[in-house]
């Protein structure tokens, strides 16, 4: 069984900036791969930012520049810096984390951005 507690979100102004953090415990072999997933009013799930084991990063152009992902493989920890929010950020951000039969998805905290 695998768990992911997100936190960090909230409401913010645009322009504002909220870290988001995301937990993993339970039992699991290896995490390759650890991201956060958007989905917004009306719209449907989407990628943000993905970091691998190895560092390697991939962003959603909506937020590159902007957001900053980053991971600590000993605390199993995945964060999301972002900065300069807009209110086409606000959604239901999601913690996912996949390696050997492994895909799981955190419960979701919500991001408003407005004024």
């Known amino acids: 069984q695998v768990q992911l507690v997100e936190s960090g979100g909230g409401l913010v102004q645009p322009g504002g900036s909220l870290r988001l953090s995301c937990a993993a415990s339970?039992?699991?072999?290896?995490?390759?791969?650890m991201g956060w997933y958007r989905q917004g009013p009306g719209k449907e799930r989407e990628m943000v930012a993905a970091i691998t084991r190895g560092g390697n990063t991939n962003y959603a152009d909506s937020v590159k520049g902007r957001f900053t992902i980053s991971r600590d493989n000993a605390k199993i920890t995945v964060h999301l810096q972002m900065n300069s929010l807009k209110p086409e950020d606000t959604a239901v951000y999601y913690c996912?984390?996949?390696?050997?039969?492994?895909?799981?998805w955190g419960k979701g905290t919500l991001v408003t951005v407005s004024p």
């Open positions: 996912n984390i996949k390696g050997a039969l492994l895909d799981s």
């Open positions: 339970g039992s699991f072999r290896s995490i390759n791969v």
